[in-house]
């Protein structure tokens, strides 16, 4: 069960992650080829429901803490989407301006990527002490491990899929 969880996570974050880079990979290339944005709407919550259903599969609560657990863990995952909206609207971005970039407004993609990794590492901080309140110890960290793990593969997707800054000089 849980190997097929994994493997429904990882095709569905590829496609999830495909769907913005080759939009960006399309703009870039002036292709026709678009993906509309209920689209990707759709392939990021399938990718939300498909991560909270290998959370479940792999993180053994009790009843109680799983009465506890669910609904701190929807408030995170409400926060974490709100930081995803921001990333895909960087991506757009990058994409409408790939291949014409100055050096100003590479920077300024470079500085607001970075600042949204802070705040997703921030949110994380901000959690552990109130996930903490609701499981114990062991069972916070193992959240938090697979958490992590599944945003490093939606990430390394991510990243994949996106074109280098071109330099114009």
């Known amino acids: 069960m849980k190997n097929k969880l994994m493997v429904a996570l990882v095709l569905g974050c590829i496609c ?25 709407k759709l392939l990021r919550q399938d990718v939300r429901s498909q991560k909270k259903q ?3 599969a792999n993180l053994t609560l009790t009843d109680a803490e799983s009465t506890k657990f669910w609904p701190v863990y929807d408030q ?9 909206d921001q990333k895909l609207a960087l991506i757009k971005e ?3 301006n ?15 990527s970075l600042a949204l990794d802070a705040a997703a590492t ?7 002490p109130i996930i903490n309140k609701v499981l114990p110890g062991t069972k916070t960290a193992t959240f938090f491990q ?10 390394l997707q991510v990243a994949s899929q996106i074109p280098l800054v071109q330099d114009q000089h």
Request: aromatic share 6%; glycine share 2%.
């Open 16 to 40: 999830f992650l495909t769907a913005p880079a080759s939009h960006a990979q399309a703009a870039a290339s002036k292709d026709t080829q678009t993906v509309s944005e209920q689209d990707v």
């Open 98 to 112: 790939f291949g014409s970039l100055t050096d100003a407004q590479a920077q300024s993609l470079l500085n607001r």
């Open 122 to 128: 921030q949110l994380r901080i901000k959690y552990v």
């Open 54 to 56: 290998l959370i479940a």
């Open 146 to 155: 697979m958490e992590r793990r599944i945003s490093t593969l939606i990430d």
């Open 76 to 84: 995170f995952s409400a926060e974490m989407t709100t930081i995803g």
């Open 94 to 96: 990058y994409a409408q």
